[in-house]
């Protein structure tokens, strides 16, 4: 199955921890990113993590990966207005590095003042 | 610069147009992607081009018909379109489809937001 799941939608009061999970069912994903839509725009790339790790950190966002459970999260550390988006997680599929990428539902999160 | 270029920002168009999106990239990728987003979607793949030839075809119609002029630009002509096609449409390249084990990062256009009526 290529299904990748996540919750809809996500609201944090400013200056807390936001935490967007994501399942995936492909356990032969090479890598999984993260991306952000912002209203109206393209997707940003704002992180992404090679299957055989299980953490990375870059500025506020921290990625963590189960491999085992097939679970993905990231975290965004002092959440600002501007972190207004959609977050979608994303698993590439083949053998050829990321030539399809499956992208999962997206999460809405809203930043509460 | 990881920038992707699309034009137009918006089209509108009838039934019985023909229309054409551009997409351009100078990063020196050589693997490009249109994708179509409906709204509260996640982006479905549509096409993949890799090294100027069409790699991957996900059984889109027909009246979308896409082009690689050379390694920079990707072209999606349209013709005869519903309105259902209305969707927000993006364009991405990765550096190759050739990096085993390595990171192929896809990096995305804003995107042309079309009106089918």
């Known amino acids: 199955g290529e299904d990748v799941e996540q919750s809809l939608f996500l609201s944090v009061r400013e200056g807390d921890s936001s935490v967007i999970n994501c399942t995936y069912t492909d356990s032969s994903s090479t890598y999984l990113y993260w991306y952000k839509q912002e209203p109206g725009a393209g997707l940003q790339l704002l992180t992404y993590i090679f299957s055989n790790m299980d953490m990375k950190q870059d500025q506020r966002l921290t990625v963590l990966l189960n491999k085992k459970d097939k679970h993905l999260s990231l975290r965004i550390a002092d959440t600002q207005t501007g972190d207004s988006a959609i977050y979608f997680c994303a698993e590439s599929m083949g053998n050829f590095g990321n030539e399809k990428l499956t992208f999962g539902t997206g999460t809405r999160l809203t930043i509460i003042p | 610069d990881t920038e992707v270029t699309q034009t137009p920002k918006h089209l509108v168009m009838g039934m019985t147009n023909k229309k054409s999106l551009k997409c351009e990239q100078h990063m020196g990728h050589r693997a490009m992607y249109w994708y179509k987003q409906k709204a509260k979607k996640p982006p479905e793949l549509m096409f993949v081009?890799?090294?100027?030839?069409?790699?991957i075809n996900e059984s889109v119609p027909s009246r979308f018909s896409p082009e690689c002029p050379n390694s920079s630009l990707l072209n999606l002509h349209l013709h005869a379109l519903q309105p259902e096609d209305s969707a927000l449409y993006l364009c991405?390249?990765?550096?190759?489809?050739?990096?085993?084990?390595?990171?192929?990062?896809?990096?995305f256009g804003p995107g042309t937001r079309l009106t089918v009526l």
């Open positions: 081009y890799s090294y100027e030839k069409l790699s």
């Open positions: 991405a390249s990765s550096q190759d489809r050739l990096g085993v084990g390595r990171e192929d990062t896809q990096y």
